[in-house]
Protein backbone atom coordinates (compact mmCIF):
# COMPACT_ATOMS: atom_id res chain seq x y z
CA UNK A 1 0.00 0.00 0.00
CA UNK A 2 1.22 3.53 -0.74
CA UNK A 3 2.16 5.17 2.49
CA UNK A 4 4.19 7.89 3.47
CA UNK A 5 5.86 8.55 7.18
CA UNK A 6 7.14 11.44 8.76
CA UNK A 7 9.62 12.00 11.36
CA UNK A 8 9.70 12.91 13.83
CA UNK A 9 6.44 13.91 14.95
CA UNK A 10 7.39 17.62 16.56
CA UNK A 11 11.10 19.43 16.75
CA UNK A 12 11.94 21.75 18.85
CA UNK A 13 15.05 23.84 18.02
CA UNK A 14 16.92 26.70 18.95
CA UNK A 15 17.61 29.40 16.89
CA UNK A 16 20.36 28.73 14.70
CA UNK A 17 20.98 25.03 15.83
CA UNK A 18 20.94 23.11 12.18
CA UNK A 19 18.54 19.90 11.71
CA UNK A 20 16.88 17.60 9.08
CA UNK A 21 13.03 16.32 8.91
CA UNK A 22 12.47 12.84 7.53
CA UNK A 23 9.85 11.89 4.93
CA UNK A 24 9.96 8.53 3.98
CA UNK A 25 7.68 6.96 1.29
CA UNK A 26 6.45 3.63 -0.28
CA UNK A 27 4.81 3.86 -4.03
CA UNK A 28 4.74 2.19 -7.05
CA UNK A 29 6.46 4.73 -9.97
CA UNK A 30 6.98 7.76 -7.69
CA UNK A 31 6.34 10.80 -10.07
CA UNK A 32 6.86 13.73 -7.07
CA UNK A 33 7.67 14.12 -3.72
CA UNK A 34 6.47 17.40 -2.65
CA UNK A 35 7.35 19.45 0.65
CA UNK A 36 5.05 22.35 1.98
CA UNK A 37 4.91 24.59 5.15
CA UNK A 38 1.34 24.86 7.05
CA UNK A 39 0.66 27.52 9.60
CA UNK A 40 -1.71 27.48 12.56
CA UNK A 41 -5.06 28.03 10.78
CA UNK A 42 -4.20 28.48 7.18
CA UNK A 43 -3.72 25.73 3.99
CA UNK A 44 -0.27 24.10 3.72
CA UNK A 45 2.22 26.51 1.59
CA UNK A 46 4.22 25.10 -1.51
CA UNK A 47 8.10 24.39 -0.94
CA UNK A 48 9.34 21.78 -3.16
CA UNK A 49 8.93 19.32 -5.84
CA UNK A 50 11.34 16.56 -6.11
CA UNK A 51 10.93 14.42 -9.19
CA UNK A 52 14.21 11.90 -9.05
CA UNK A 53 16.64 10.61 -6.34
CA UNK A 54 19.61 12.24 -5.85
CA UNK A 55 17.87 15.59 -6.62
CA UNK A 56 18.21 18.73 -3.97
CA UNK A 57 16.73 21.73 -3.82
CA UNK A 58 17.02 25.16 -1.66
CA UNK A 59 15.56 28.47 -0.91
CA UNK A 60 16.90 30.39 1.98
CA UNK A 61 17.50 28.51 5.05
CA UNK A 62 15.82 24.97 3.58
CA UNK A 63 16.84 22.40 1.33
CA UNK A 64 15.18 19.29 0.24
CA UNK A 65 17.22 16.38 -1.32
CA UNK A 66 15.62 13.12 -2.31
CA UNK A 67 16.30 9.43 -2.38
CA UNK A 68 14.67 6.36 -3.41
CA UNK A 69 12.96 5.91 -0.35
CA UNK A 70 12.92 8.98 1.84
CA UNK A 71 13.25 12.82 1.46
CA UNK A 72 15.35 14.66 3.78
CA UNK A 73 14.28 18.78 4.66
CA UNK A 74 17.49 20.26 5.98
CA UNK A 75 17.14 23.18 8.07
CA UNK A 76 19.93 25.97 8.17
CA UNK A 77 20.37 28.49 11.39
CA UNK A 78 16.62 28.24 11.61
CA UNK A 79 14.93 31.50 12.96
CA UNK A 80 11.80 31.85 15.08
CA UNK A 81 9.60 32.55 11.71
CA UNK A 82 10.56 29.26 10.49
CA UNK A 83 8.38 27.84 13.04
CA UNK A 84 5.68 25.68 11.60
CA UNK A 85 4.41 22.13 10.51
CA UNK A 86 6.35 20.63 7.17
CA UNK A 87 4.18 18.60 5.31
CA UNK A 88 5.94 16.22 2.71
CA UNK A 89 3.82 14.28 0.13
CA UNK A 90 4.13 11.98 -2.50
CA UNK A 91 2.41 11.24 -6.52
CA UNK A 92 2.42 8.13 -7.85
CA UNK A 93 1.08 5.21 -9.36
CA UNK A 94 -2.69 5.75 -11.50
CA UNK A 95 -3.77 8.34 -8.84
CA UNK A 96 -3.38 11.80 -9.57
CA UNK A 97 -3.44 13.15 -6.22
CA UNK A 98 -1.12 14.09 -3.31
CA UNK A 99 -0.59 12.05 -0.29
CA UNK A 100 0.16 13.40 2.76
CA UNK A 101 2.35 12.78 5.46
CA UNK A 102 0.78 13.91 8.87
CA UNK A 103 3.71 16.36 9.66
CA UNK A 104 6.78 17.24 11.65
CA UNK A 105 5.75 20.37 13.56
CA UNK A 106 8.77 22.63 14.35
CA UNK A 107 9.12 25.00 17.07
CA UNK A 108 12.03 27.53 17.15
CA UNK A 109 13.14 29.06 19.85
CA UNK A 110 14.69 32.44 19.84
CA UNK B 1 -2.98 36.93 -9.05
CA UNK B 2 -5.75 35.77 -6.25
CA UNK B 3 -5.48 32.27 -5.29
CA UNK B 4 -7.60 29.69 -3.60
CA UNK B 5 -10.32 31.41 -2.09
CA UNK B 6 -12.62 29.26 0.09
CA UNK B 7 -15.89 30.01 1.86
CA UNK B 8 -17.25 30.62 4.67
CA UNK B 9 -13.83 30.62 6.66
CA UNK B 10 -16.02 29.23 9.67
CA UNK B 11 -19.04 26.58 9.52
CA UNK B 12 -21.03 25.71 12.89
CA UNK B 13 -23.64 23.17 12.61
CA UNK B 14 -25.68 20.53 14.16
CA UNK B 15 -25.44 17.12 14.53
CA UNK B 16 -27.64 15.51 11.25
CA UNK B 17 -27.53 19.09 9.45
CA UNK B 18 -26.19 19.58 6.06
CA UNK B 19 -23.11 21.62 5.24
CA UNK B 20 -21.86 23.72 2.23
CA UNK B 21 -18.30 24.92 1.58
CA UNK B 22 -17.53 26.68 -1.25
CA UNK B 23 -14.13 26.68 -3.15
CA UNK B 24 -12.87 29.36 -6.14
CA UNK B 25 -9.50 27.77 -7.96
CA UNK B 26 -6.45 30.24 -9.25
CA UNK B 27 -7.62 31.04 -12.96
CA UNK B 28 -6.57 28.75 -15.50
CA UNK B 29 -6.73 25.71 -12.67
CA UNK B 30 -9.26 23.19 -14.07
CA UNK B 31 -8.53 21.13 -11.66
CA UNK B 32 -10.31 21.09 -7.76
CA UNK B 33 -9.07 18.81 -4.71
CA UNK B 34 -10.66 18.38 -1.52
CA UNK B 35 -9.08 17.47 1.48
CA UNK B 36 -9.92 16.99 5.39
CA UNK B 37 -7.72 17.73 7.88
CA UNK B 38 -9.02 16.14 11.37
CA UNK B 39 -6.93 16.99 14.29
CA UNK B 40 -4.20 14.14 14.46
CA UNK B 41 -4.92 12.87 11.42
CA UNK B 42 -2.73 15.03 8.96
CA UNK B 43 -4.47 15.37 5.13
CA UNK B 44 -6.98 13.07 4.12
CA UNK B 45 -7.95 12.96 0.32
CA UNK B 46 -11.40 13.53 -0.22
CA UNK B 47 -12.57 14.06 -4.06
CA UNK B 48 -10.89 15.36 -6.88
CA UNK B 49 -12.61 17.12 -9.86
CA UNK B 50 -11.26 18.17 -13.17
CA UNK B 51 -13.22 19.72 -16.06
CA UNK B 52 -16.23 19.08 -14.26
CA UNK B 53 -16.14 15.39 -13.43
CA UNK B 54 -15.41 13.42 -10.36
CA UNK B 55 -12.10 11.72 -11.35
CA UNK B 56 -11.31 10.35 -7.88
CA UNK B 57 -12.60 9.70 -4.10
CA UNK B 58 -10.94 8.91 -0.75
CA UNK B 59 -12.21 6.40 1.51
CA UNK B 60 -15.49 8.34 2.96
CA UNK B 61 -18.95 7.97 3.00
CA UNK B 62 -21.06 8.78 0.21
CA UNK B 63 -22.86 11.46 2.49
CA UNK B 64 -19.41 13.06 1.36
CA UNK B 65 -20.29 14.67 -2.16
CA UNK B 66 -19.50 17.86 -4.33
CA UNK B 67 -19.67 18.96 -7.52
CA UNK B 68 -17.73 21.14 -9.88
CA UNK B 69 -19.11 23.78 -11.98
CA UNK B 70 -18.41 25.02 -15.88
CA UNK B 71 -16.36 28.20 -13.96
CA UNK B 72 -14.36 25.42 -12.51
CA UNK B 73 -15.66 26.89 -8.92
CA UNK B 74 -16.44 23.65 -6.50
CA UNK B 75 -18.97 23.05 -3.64
CA UNK B 76 -18.07 20.25 -1.27
CA UNK B 77 -21.26 18.97 0.69
CA UNK B 78 -21.38 16.64 3.77
CA UNK B 79 -25.25 15.36 4.21
CA UNK B 80 -26.37 14.01 7.73
CA UNK B 81 -23.29 15.94 9.65
CA UNK B 82 -21.49 13.63 12.87
CA UNK B 83 -19.81 14.91 15.35
CA UNK B 84 -16.59 13.84 13.85
CA UNK B 85 -16.75 15.54 10.66
CA UNK B 86 -15.46 18.23 12.70
CA UNK B 87 -12.26 19.40 10.70
CA UNK B 88 -10.68 21.65 8.31
CA UNK B 89 -11.92 21.65 5.26
CA UNK B 90 -9.23 22.31 2.79
CA UNK B 91 -9.57 22.88 -1.14
CA UNK B 92 -6.73 23.08 -3.63
CA UNK B 93 -6.45 23.69 -7.00
CA UNK B 94 -3.95 22.48 -9.94
CA UNK B 95 -3.19 22.90 -13.57
CA UNK B 96 -4.90 19.53 -14.02
CA UNK B 97 -3.15 18.29 -17.43
CA UNK B 98 -2.17 14.82 -16.03
CA UNK B 99 1.50 16.07 -15.84
CA UNK B 100 3.85 15.64 -12.93
CA UNK B 101 5.02 19.38 -12.74
CA UNK B 102 1.31 20.49 -13.37
CA UNK B 103 0.61 18.04 -10.00
CA UNK B 104 1.82 20.75 -7.37
CA UNK B 105 -1.33 21.97 -5.46
CA UNK B 106 -2.05 24.78 -4.03
CA UNK B 107 -3.93 25.59 -1.33
CA UNK B 108 -6.98 27.92 -0.07
CA UNK B 109 -7.18 28.62 3.70
CA UNK B 110 -10.10 25.86 4.54
CA UNK B 111 -13.09 25.75 6.23
CA UNK B 112 -13.27 25.26 9.93
CA UNK B 113 -15.71 22.82 10.27
CA UNK B 114 -17.34 22.35 13.57
CA UNK B 115 -20.01 20.10 14.44
CA UNK B 116 -22.00 20.47 17.52
Known amino acids: EDQVTQSPEALRLQEGESSSLNCSYT??????LFWYRQDPGKGPEFLFT???AGEEKEKERLKATLTKKESFLHITAPKPEDSATYLCAFSGGSNYKLTFGKGTLLTVNP | EAGVTQSPTHLIKTRGQQATLRCSPI?????VYWYQQALGLGLQFLLWYDEGEERNRGNFPPRFSGRQFPNYSSELNVNALELEDSALYLC???????????????FGSGTQLSVL
Open chain 1, 27 to 32: VSGLRG
Open chain 1, 50 to 52: LYS
Open chain 2, 27 to 31: SGHTS
Open chain 2, 92 to 106: ASSLGQYTPTNEKLF
